[in-house]
């Protein structure tokens, strides 16, 4: 059974940083996209970034970009969002997925096949 678990999340303060983690057990992903969405309250579920199988290609959203880094440890079947410079509206529950298939630049929900149970990341200004 396939499971991704995510943790690091937590309260912060507006331009501060948190760092999550996802930890994948039940298979391998090293060839395998990984990734982050995200989903705020009363808001649609929306793709944070993602990692390719390698870890040599990421792909983030507009809002992130430039503050958000996604990485990959292969060897721990792991996969990090660092978050920088937060701001309120990045409060949401963080989401780990993964895809079964090749290519990583997929920014659709439908598009990953696992997913994790989600972190609460609180910003306040």
């Known amino acids: 059974q396939v499971q991704l678990v995510e943790s690091g999340g937590g309260l912060v303060q507006a331009g501060g940083s948190l760092r999550l983690s996802c930890a994948a057990s039940?298979?391998?992903?090293?060839?395998?996209?990984m990734g982050w969405f995200r989903q705020a309250p009363g808001k649609e579920r929306e793709f944070v970034g993602t990692?390719?199988?390698?870890?040599?290609?990421?792909y983030y959203a507009d809002s992130v970009k430039g503050r958000f880094t996604i990485s990959r440890d292969n060897a721990k079947n792991t996969v990090y969002l660092q978050m920088n410079s937060l701001k309120p509206e990045d409060t949401a529950i963080y989401y780990c997925?993964?895809?079964?298939?090749?290519?990583?630049?997929?920014?659709?929900?439908?598009?990953?096949?696992?997913w994790g149970q989600g972190t609460q990341v609180t910003v306040s200004s």
């Open positions: 997925v993964a895809r079964s298939m090749g290519g990583y630049a997929y920014t659709r929900a439908v598009d990953y096949d696992y």
């Open positions: 039940g298979r391998t992903f090293s060839s395998n996209a």
């Open positions: 990692i390719s199988g390698s870890g040599a290609n990421t």
